[in-house]
């Protein structure tokens, strides 16, 4: 599927073409440089999964809408708050021809995911304290914008959390039978387009990768990412225990991906560099203050582990 709206600017694409490489940035360049190095709040872009069969879709629906308490608001502008809407969503989007349900225990995981998706789940947030309304507006214009006249989509705002973000369902295949792949470069693409609607509602909104902002890419699969939100992880109070031996025993811990780090940390310090060099040609002060700062106070290179150790010390001077 082909995305519209422009991709935002990337420093680490910019930094790595060499001598080929422009010798000055644009507008809207210098405008996501500015944002970065102000550390402008990152949107969040999520695919959590997604029905492969019309029970699947319909219980989404019901979590979504809790079951009737909240509105879901449909790509023909309703909004419905039943308590089974589910069912009738999965109706009308012609999902009742599809398998209704799928026995996945007598599925190997290989075989469970070659099932086809009937739907993709996609999440939209903010951090804390952003206004809710607003993300839910710029979320309809994402929606509307990626998926209109072709893809079916209803979506929810959530405000239970500090968080909010808006759950947005998406059928896999377009009314012409042409399905939704999403890839990296899509997830890429969708993030920039939300913080472009954001920014259009007056929230500051950027999207750049996690390693040109200092953070070490996250790999969590999404119910472990849940878990550890709701604090009932148990793979994360695994890791604590070791970690807690670990420290009381006194060993010392060798991380593989270490050494990964310490280079792309290396990468992304000559990428910005590199940058700061083109706008300081370009006579943009201000804004090479900014970005030699940003670099000054990049914090140091942790792993999750070391991070975790941090954290618990932290917590044992509080206590």
């Known amino acids: 599927m082909k995305t519209r709206g422009p991709m935002e600017f990337d420093v680490v694409s910019y930094g790595r073409r060499g001598p080929t490489a422009p010798r000055f940035f644009n507008r809207e360049q210098l405008a996501q440089l500015s944002r970065t190095a102000r550390r402008t709040p990152e949107v969040m872009v999520k695919v959590t999964g997604g029905g492969r069969d019309g029970h699947g879709v319909a219980a989404h629906f019901d979590y979504i809408g809790r079951k009737g308490k909240l509105e879901i608001e449909t790509d023909d502008g309703q909004l419905l708050a039943e308590r089974h809407l589910g069912e009738r969503l999965v109706d009308d989007w012609d999902l009742v021809l599809y398998p209704t349900r799928i026995d996945r225990g007598r599925l190997s995981k290989n075989q469970w995911r070659r099932v086809p998706k009937l739907a993709h789940n996609i999440t939209l947030s903010m951090p804390a304290r952003t206004d809710a309304q607003k993300v839910l507006t710029a979320a309809r214009a994402f929606a509307r914008e990626n998926f209109a006249l072709r893809h079916r989509y209803a979506l929810a705002l959530h405000t239970d959390t500090p968080h909010p973000h808006v759950h947005l369902t998406v059928k ?96 992304m ?30 914090p140091p290179v942790q792993t999750d582990r070391e991070t975790l150790v941090e954290q618990l010390r932290a917590q044992g001077r509080t206590r």
Do not use: C
Not at 239 to 251: C, E, M, N, P, T
């Open 172 to 267: 896999a295949e377009s009314e012409e039978g042409e399905r939704l792949y999403v890839r990296k470069a899509t997830l890429r693409q969708w993030r920039a387009d939300f913080a472009r609607h954001l920014r259009e509602q007056g929230i500051e909104a950027n999207a750049t990768p996690r390693a040109v902002r200092w953070q070490r890419p996250s790999h969590k699969r999404d119910g472990q990412f849940r878990a550890e939100q709701r604090g009932v992880s148990t793979v994360l109070r695994q890791r604590v225990k070791g970690i807690i031996k670990d420290v009381l025993s006194g060993a010392k811990v060798i991380e593989a991906g270490r050494t990964k780090l310490d280079q792309t940390r290396e990468q």
């Open 269 to 298: 310090t000559a990428d910005w560099k590199r940058s700061l060099g083109v706008v300081l040609a370009q006579g943009q002060q201000g804004l090479a203050l900014q970005i030699a700062r940003f670099i000054k106070k990049m």
